[in-house]
């Protein structure tokens, strides 16, 4: 059974980086697309970014150049990095898996908070 | 961007009704449309996708129906699990969207 974890730092600082990694087990981070999402605190879900086994990435122009998604297959992991963060960011980051870049989302993890406060 | 535009946004029903959301598209997106439920404090869980696929797993009271730019989840009847909120998501082009949600809620 495929699972995904979101880690990284709960509390960011106004104009900072926010960082997260997401450690896939119980598959391999070959062959598949992975993707973040996020969900702001009572509102919707939006799609961030994703990025193939390759390295080839596609993200959202919303975020303009502020994101950065990486994988590490050593690993098994992959990362976000979103830059300049405001209280707007402050949301739910989620990761999750899709089998191809038009494929819905299969597998997500469970969520991590990220708050952007001073 | 694709929007999509689910209606209605919030829904009150009872236990054993016939529930139906609709998502539009804002151009055509062919079959790639998938459904999600999410209960408070969980996790997007997948329910349909290529429009009308159900998921493996998932109860066969939902259903998902249409093409082009617009697609309707059908849950045929409701049962106190099911409430919760609902999105539809496009993959047919860049960037990947959601739409707004649908609150269900007990009536």
């Known amino acids: 059974q495929v699972q995904l974890q979101e880690s990284g730092p709960g509390l960011v600082k106004p104009s900072e980086t926010l960082s997260l990694t997401c450690t896939v087990s119980?598959?391999?981070?070959?062959?598949?697309?992975w993707n973040w999402i996020r969900q702001p605190p009572g509102k919707g879900l939006e799609w961030m970014g994703h990025i193939y086994y390759s390295g080839s990435t596609n993200y959202n122009p919303s975020l303009k150049s502020r994101v950065t998604i990486s994988l590490d297959a050593s690993k098994n992991q992959f990362s976000l990095k979103l830059s300049s963060v405001t209280a707007a960011d402050t949301a739910v980051y989620y990761c999750?898996?899709?089998?191809?870049?038009?494929?819905?989302?299969?597998?997500w993890g469970q969520g991590a908070l990220v708050a952007v406060s001073s | 961007d694709i929007q999509l535009t689910q209606s209605p946004s919030f829904l009150s029903a009872s236990v054993g009704d016939r529930v139906t959301i609709t998502c539009r598209a804002s151009q055509g997106i062919t079959s790639y449309l998938a459904w999600y439920q999410q209960k408070p404090g969980k996790v997007p869980n997948l329910l349909i996708y290529?429009?009308?696929t159900l998921q493996s797993g998932v109860p066969s009271r939902f259903s998902g129906s249409g093409s082009g730019t617009e697609f309707t989840l059908t849950i045929s009847s409701l049962q106190p699990e099911d409430f919760a909120t609902y999105y539809c998501?496009?993959?047919?082009?860049?960037?990947?969207?959601f739409g707004q949600g649908t609150r269900l809620e007990i009536k």
């Open positions: 119980g598959g391999s981070i070959s062959t598949y697309y």
């Open positions: 998501q496009q993959l047919n082009s860049y960037p990947i969207t």
């Open positions: 290529a429009a009308s």
């Open positions: 999750a898996r899709s089998d191809s870049w038009y494929s819905h989302f299969d597998y």
